[in-house]
């Protein structure tokens, strides 16, 4: 009985020096996606801390890598400042109305996705184009007030992971996560968490307030929570 409470009183290195209260999640808790075909492939609590503790907001996901350049193509309300060239060729529409070298920065973020694997369809040169990373897909969900997974997953890995607290809940340092890679698994299944579904969008006025919610009053990562929004 003394060993098992001394086993529950016991706190990693990590935990002592941030001041972070255990929760009972370690760095091997497991998650994994609330879809039939994923259902054998899972992420560590690791990977997932590793996605969260790189944001507060979804707004330091959403406006870096390629996308500063891309949202110059829109004015404050989102509406394109030229028309877009259509993403597939239609009789009631002509590519004539925009520039050639509108067309080329249009084409040149079309591109991006065209290698891109999709949840159940490969994209690849030839094919029809993956409509997630395109301006046509970006204006349409900032006018909607809504976010992309593609950019979360897209970007999340650039941002640095900076917070102490959440990892020194699960057993980790800030540089020992700093160095791991995303996994994009684990991308995944935090975006269904946002979402609460497998959807590819999802709202910009609860994305915060759900990442807020995975985090405990003394700034540990709240495994249950977390598990609840998937």
């Not at 060729?89 to 070298?101: K, M, V």
């Not at 973020?109 to 891109?116: K, R, T, V």
């Not at 997630?132 to 890995?157: F, I, S």
Request: proline content about 5%.
């Amino acid at each position: 009985m003394l060993l098992v409470t001394a086993a529950l009183m016991y706190k990693p290195a990590a935990q002592r020096a941030a001041g972070v209260t255990m929760t009972g999640v370690t760095a091997d808790t497991r998650f994994r996606r609330a879809k039939l075909l994923d259902m054998m492939e899972d992420v560590s609590a690791r990977d997932v801390v590793n996605v969260l503790g790189r944001w507060q907001s979804y707004k330091e996901w959403d406006s870096v890598g390629m996308l500063p350049e891309m949202d110059k193509l829109f004015d404050s309300e989102w509406q394109p400042l030229a028309p877009l060239p259509a993403q597939m060729p239609s009789f009631f529409y002509t590519r004539r109305s925009s520039t050639d070298a509108y067309k080329e920065q249009v084409q040149r973020f079309e591109s991006s996705g065209l290698e891109y694997k999709a949840e159940l369809k490969s994209y690849k040169l030839g094919e029809k184009n993956d409509p997630r990373p395109t301006p046509q897909r970006r204006g349409w969900a900032k006018r909607r007030r809504q976010v992309q997974r593609y950019w979360h997953a897209e970007n999340v890995g650039l941002l640095p992971f900076t917070d102490k607290r959440m990892a020194a809940s699960i057993g980790c340092t800030v540089a020992e996560l700093q160095s791991l890679p995303i996994n994009p698994r684990a991308a995944d299944v935090v975006f269904d968490a946002l979402s609460r579904s497998q959807a590819g969008i999802t709202e910009e006025e609860t994305a915060d307030e759900r990442r807020a919610g995975w985090t405990t009053a003394g700034g540990a990562f709240d495994a249950q929570a977390f598990e609840a929004d998937l």
